[in-house]
Structure formats: C-alpha cells, structure tokens
C-alpha cells in the first residue's frame, strides 16, 4: 500500500495561490491520487483525483509529474473558506477487487490569514 | 444529493457498555466504511464493506465489529466499550466504480463519542 507523506501545516494570505505537495514514492500502476477537504466538525469532501499528468475542476488543479512519485494540490487565490485540513490519498479504486481501499493520513492543515 | 446520515452526532457511554453506531446511505452505494479520526492521527480505517452481508478489515479493526444487512445501512459495533475507543467516528459510501468515474467517498457528519 503507498504511503503518502505531505506537510503538516501551511499558511497563506488571502488571495494567493498554495500549492500543497504530497510524495508517494511506492505508488502502484493501478493507483489513483485523490484529494479530500476536511472543514472542523464535518466529514472529509471529495476536491479532485488524477492518475497522471494534470486535471483541473471548479475547485482546484492537480499536477502530477510523469513519474507518479508526487503529486501537487492547486488552490487558485484562497480565501479565509480555504482554511481546512487537506488529505492526499493513493490506491486502487477497484475496491471490491481485492486491493485496500483509498486510506487517509494526516492531512495538512491550510490556515488562511486575512 | 447523496445523504449518508448517522444515528447520533453526540454519545456518551460507560466503559464496557456494547454500543451500535449506524450509518444510513440514501444513493444505492454498494461500498460503505467507518472510520475513526483521533487529534494528531488523521482518519484510520476500521472496517469496510463492497456488498451486503461482506466485510474487509482496515488497518485498525481490534476492539470493533460491523454489521451489513441491507445495502444502505452499516453498522458499527463497539463489543465492550473502552476509553480508548472515545474519538469521533466516520462513516463513507461509495459507489461501484464503471471505467472513468472518480472514486468518491461521501462522508456522513460525524458522531463524537465519548466513553467513561
């Protein structure tokens, strides 16, 4: 199972751009990189998944080198809403497949300074 | 919208009580999970189920068990409650994944127990 390793915490000011890098250097070929957001006192929430190159939503870009051993969250121009803990996740979305499911870490903890 | 709903937001019980945490999905999900979230230790799977009646240990399933009945109710079960099962507790769903669909766990709220 990949392990993923990402900051702890980070601070920004209003308006900036974060990026928040995670690294999972035992990333599998069937692995997928995905992104949850963690509000206080609510349950984690879906933000973006990959498996390579870049994707891009409403919400946020994930970058992801050709390598698969990182991968980059992109927050475009936060605002003190931002403020969350961010997971990077790695594993098989075939569940039933056999394989563990997606498996949360820590997290970072993204303050937003006004 | 998908509604994953849990039985209480808020429990308080005695050590070695038996305690049932139940977790609803209203969106047909087949793969359902519980998870625990403690300060400094992020979200740690306890167990998971991809269908009725099936369960799959995560990584920290000792002291618990769970129930799968029906296909939009999952339960959790604290045998003998101790007080280092006091955390809140988090339950998922997810759907069977078709080719290109994300893979998107739903969260319900959240139930903080607290054993004494």
């Known amino acids: 199972l990949a392990k993923t390793t990402q900051p702890i915490s980070m601070d920004s000011y209003e308006g900036q751009e974060v990026n928040i890098t995670c690294s999972h250097n035992?990333?599998?070929?069937?692995?997928?990189i995905t992104w949850y957001q963690q509000f206080p006192s609510q349950g984690p929430r879906f933000i973006i998944q990959?498996?390579?190159t870049k994707v891009t939503n409403e919400v946020a870009s994930l970058f992801i080198p050709a390598d698969r051993k990182s991968s980059t969250l992109s927050l475009p121009r936060v605002s003190l809403s931002d403020t969350a803990v961010y997971y990077c996740?790695?594993?098989?979305?075939?569940?039933?497949?056999?394989?563990?499911?997606?498996?949360f870490g820590k997290g970072t903890r993204l303050s937003v300074i006004a | 919208d998908v509604k994953v709903t849990q039985s209480s937001r808020y429990l308080v019980k005695r050590t070695g009580e038996k305690v049932f945490l139940e977790c609803v999905q209203d969106?047909?999900?087949?793969?359902m999970f519980w998870y625990r979230q403690d300060p400094g230790l992020g979200l740690r799977l306890i167990y998971f189920?991809?269908?009725?009646?099936?369960?799959e240990k995560g990584d920290i399933p000792e002291g618990y068990s769970v129930s799968r009945e029906k296909k939009e109710r999952f339960s959790l079960i604290l045998e003998s409650a101790s007080t280092n099962q006091t955390s809140m507790y988090l339950c998922?769903?997810?759907?069977?994944?078709?080719?290109?669909?994300?893979?998107?766990?739903?969260f319900g709220p959240g139930t903080r127990l607290t054993v004494l």
């Open positions: 998922a769903s997810s759907s069977l994944l078709r080719t290109g669909e994300e893979d998107t766990q739903y």
């Open positions: 035992n990333i599998a070929t069937n692995d997928y």
């Open positions: 969106m047909d999900h087949e793969n």
């Open positions: 189920s991809y269908d009725v009646k099936m369960k």
């Open positions: 996740l790695v594993g098989d979305p075939a569940l039933n497949s056999g394989n563990t499911p997606l498996v």
């Open positions: 990959g498996y390579k």
